[in-house]
């Protein structure tokens, strides 16, 4: 005979000893995956056991399948640790490539973790993919000391699973070590005050197959019925169970609730409506182990079968109830800043005017290509009477469709725009102006790179608008990510001082309506037609007065092109150390002022200066793989990349290749056009004919690439790749073509080839930095592919030490990660 509990002590946990074993070794591994269907009690078992245990444990929930949201809140659970580099790692973005993740690893490990610090990803599934799961594998590989990774899920796609078991990085508690025997559920049913025999613990095995959530509720219907068997599904028991229970006030508030995964107590209230809520949460913990209350977070969290209960139920209310609920929720998310899911719970209500409210506050800030698809289906969904009300999130709305390469839309909305606005009869003759002001201003980036035609749009922006544009994200990068301004806008022969002239006379206009977007980028474009002149002082005055005006603004993408210019005026005097310095100094300014969108823009300066010194061993694999997907710069800088990866090809003895791409390195510079793009690939492909001994063709394609830059004085592609053609410059020169821009070309090369070799005599030959002996033997085995650990282990010393080896190791050579350490020692 079963005996009923005196009292409910239904609440009581009970772990056996196999699952606190388990759980527990986690904070002996660098991941931990707990893999099992909902309601077996994974969260729960981590939650407790491992909240008992000295460490510092952060959790992270999942609640739906945005990386970006996943990334924010990681962001913030690291800023208990350390606040300013949790802010940096959030302005850095998820870090879906190479160069993101190592500042992601560095900014991490650079973190002063308390203790041991365990991080909990619970229902990792709903997020899981191929970029986060690279993600993670890359923080295991590289071992952060005391950082303790556990993804609880119901199932997970780890590419490594086996080699990371293999290694002793991966701890996989699995299914069974959840499932209770007839012993555990024995001892759980005594624990919560109720006895059963042998033979009532076995049949309830037979009937759960040790489902942890099942028993519970099972044990709950016995104590109000008597019965311990139930033919009931899940549903049916939460019902008899659990809610019929509640007073009528707590259902509302839980159908309210449900669907937030977790919440705060203010945003309970807020969305419930309801000021009680904080006693009616109470009363419902104390009675069932469905909701919880987690002090460290501050928030209230809602079993996964529960919330799908409540919903179940919430589908059959009416559907204003609805529209209310993701009303508020979304009400909530704008008060936070949170525009994102601001904007999809508005939808979700159909309060069309609210979304379109939060995307002017927002001002496209948070729009990138992860929320590309809900962002277009909005606007097509939104009424058009709507729409045309917030002209403001229309040119928004068009400016993002534009940088998303959607031109048919584009045209389709700004056709709307200009019809709707000009035809609206009750608007005053100002705010027909400030419309029509904006939408000039939005007209001029359909004409990119026509300076000319930019700026008379410009120009007839600043007659109708007396104050800035509210469309404008200012924070986005003027230069789509491009380290040259002249290369953006030098498109036509013969034209380059008049476009410097008309860039010098368009931005202060454009600054004044943008409040200094792209501000010294005159300056810049002014110093790189010097500099391309041969010009080399009047380059630098310039690029003082670039970093003057750029820094005022604080524009990074223009401070960066005048910095990479300064690199390479270093170049030209032969001070190697100043170029690193100022190579350097980008990184530091990137890292304090978190202009982390700008990151593929340093490593494309730092590879064209290598390319230039032959050392390419420091090129990194995406730039060598001309890999424009694997970077965040835009399309407009393609064919810069091409002109890096060009050079790399020459550098590499990879004739064969440049003669073969060279079809796509000329349509690629014609798209806009880009002249300068075309200058260099007719100078590649001049020197891969020479070296395959096709001298006729290469002093064709030579001619070609004198015929575009001469009339403008653009010698120094030619300059730069001297090495390469001299002889055909030469023999150019005896047949009487171009001789007295030949003559200067040679001139300035001379100087510069003298530079070039004293910086390989200086830096790298014998004079480079020594390793030590120990040095190289952790850089061989790194070489390898080793870990840290595994290295430490071959080595008999500490992981610890293997890392700060390998940071002195990066600091003599010149390099910051382990691809250019292994690029570096397989070249030699």
């Known amino acids: 005979m079963i005996q009923k509990p005196k009292k409910n002590i239904t609440r009581n946990l009970y772990f056996p000893k196999r699952i606190t074993d388990a759980i527990k070794e986690a904070i002996n591994y660098p991941l931990t995956i707990v893999e099992a269907p909902m309601g077996y009690g994974k969260t729960t078992a981590v939650r407790e056991l491992l909240r008992s245990d000295n460490v510092n444990l952060m959790w992270l929930r999942v609640h739906d399948s945005s990386l970006s949201s996943l990334w924010n809140v990681f962001c913030r659970q690291l800023g208990e640790v350390d606040y300013n580099r949790s802010l940096s790692l959030a302005a850095l973005g998820f870090p879906s490539d190479s160069t993101s993740r ?58 490594r699973t086996e080699e990371l078991i293999l290694k002793g990085y991966l701890l996989h508690i699995e299914k069974e070590v959840f499932e209770f025997s007839d012993k555990d559920i024995k001892a759980y049913y005594r624990l919560c005050g109720i006895f059963l025999k042998k033979n009532e613990a076995e049949r309830l095995y037979a009937l759960t197959e040790g489902w942890i959530s099942a028993l519970y509720l099972i044990m709950l219907n016995y104590i109000e019925n008597g019965i ?45 409506n309801n000021e009680n809520s904080e006693t009616l949460l109470s009363e419902v913990i104390a009675n069932n182990a469905f909701i919880k209350y987690d002090e460290g977070l501050k928030t209230y969290h809602m079993h996964k079968i529960f919330t799908r209960y409540l919903r179940h139920l919430l589908e059959g209310r009416e559907t204003g109830f609805k529209r209310q609920l993701y009303r508020r929720m979304a009400e909530f998310s704008m008060g936070n800043g949170d525009y994102v899911e601001a904007m999809e719970n508005f939808y979700r209500a159909e309060e069309f005017e609210s979304l379109l409210l939060a995307v002017e506050a927002d001002q496209g800030h948070s729009i990138h290509n992860e929320q590309r698809e809900a962002f277009v289906r909005y606007f097509e969904d939104c009424p058009k009477v709507v729409f045309y009300r917030h002209p403001t999130a229309v040119l928004i709305y068009a400016l993002c469709l534009f940088s998303f390469n959607e031109m048919e839309r584009f ?11 000009q035809g609206n009869e009750h608007l005053e003759a100002e705010s027909l102006d400030d419309l029509m002001g904006e939408f000039e201003l939005l007209l001029s980036f359909t004409e990119y790179n026509n300076l000319q035609k930019m700026y008379e749009h410009i120009k007839r922006a600043a007659e109708l608008l007396n104050h800035p544009a509210k469309f404008m994200d200012t ?21 380059l001082s008049d476009d410097v002239k008309t860039l010098k006379e368009a931005m202060p206009v454009y600054s004044r309506l943008t409040n200094g977007h792209g501000t010294g980028s005159e300056f810049v474009m002014g110093a790189e037609r010097h500099f391309n002149c041969g010009d080399f ?5 310039e690029v003082q007065k670039a970093l003057y005006a750029a820094n005022r603004y604080s524009q990074g993408d223009i401070v960066f092109c005048a910095m ?71 399309f407009p800088v393609k064919v810069l990349l091409n002109i890096v990866y060009g050079r790399v090809l020459l550098v590499d003895g990879e004739y064969l290749k440049i003669l073969g791409a060279s079809e796509e390195f000329l349509g690629e510079a014609s798209v806009f056009p880009n002249l300068l793009g075309q200058i260099y690939a007719y100078i590649y492909i001049s020197a891969a004919n020479e070296k395959i001994f096709r001298r006729t063709d290469a002093l064709e394609a030579l001619k070609k690439a004198m015929d575009l830059a001469v009339v403008d004085e653009v010698y120094l592609p030619f300059v730069e790749n001297c090495d390469f053609i001299k002889p055909l410059l030469e023999e150019l020169d005896r047949k009487g073509s171009f001789r007295e821009d030949i ?10 080839q003298t530079s070039i070799l004293q910086i390989m005599r200086e830096h790298f030959q014998e004079n480079r930095p020594a390793l030590t002996e120990r040095e190289m033997e952790i850089v061989q085995l790194a070489v390898k592919g080793l870990t840290n650990k595994e290295i430490g282990e071959r080595l008999f010393i500490t992981a610890n030490t293997v890392k700060t080896a390998l940071k002195s190791v990066y600091g003599k050579l010149s390099i910051n990660n382990r691809a250019l350490l292994e690029q570096h020692f397989t070249s030699l």
Not at 411 to 421: F, I, K, L, R
């Open 228 to 272: 311990l068997e139930t033919l009931q599904d899940i549903n049916k028991l939460l019902e008899n169970t659990i809610y019929r229970h509640f007073p009528e006030e707590i259902k509302e508030l839980l159908q309210s609730l449900c669907l937030l995964d977790s919440f705060s107590l203010e945003q309970a209230v807020y969305v419930s």
């Open 411 to 421: 045209q389709q909305v700004c056709g709307g725009y200009a019809e709707t606005v």
């Open 564 to 634: 990479f210019l300064q690199a390479r005026l270093a170049i030209i005097k032969g001070d190697y150390s100043n170029t690193l310095y100022i190579l350097q100094k980008m990184h530091e300014e990137l890292n304090r002022k978190r202009w982390y969108n700008l990151m593929h823009t340093i490593e494309l300066c730092d590879a064209f200066v290598h390319a230039c010194l032959k050392r390419v061993e420091r090129i990194p694999l995406w730039i060598k793989e001309r890999d424009l997907d694997s970077s965040r710069l835009y």
């Open 102 to 159: 190592q500042e992601a690893l560095n900014l991490i490990e650079d973190m002063e973790l308390k203790n041991k610090a365990v991080l909990v990803i619970d229902d990792y599934h709903i997020v899981e993919c191929p970029e986060l799961n690279g993600f993670i594998e890359f923080l295991v590989m590289n071992e952060i000391t005391d950082l303790h990774l556990v993804l609880t899920a119901r199932h997970t796609g780890l590419q």
């Open 537 to 541: 002082e009047s380059a630098e005055i």
């Open 475 to 495: 924070k986005s990068s003027w230069t789509f990510g491009s380290p040259s301004v002249l290369y953006m806008f030098y498109r036509e022969r013969g034209t």
């Open 743 to 752: 003559g200067r070309i040679l001139d300035i090369s001379n100087s510069y």
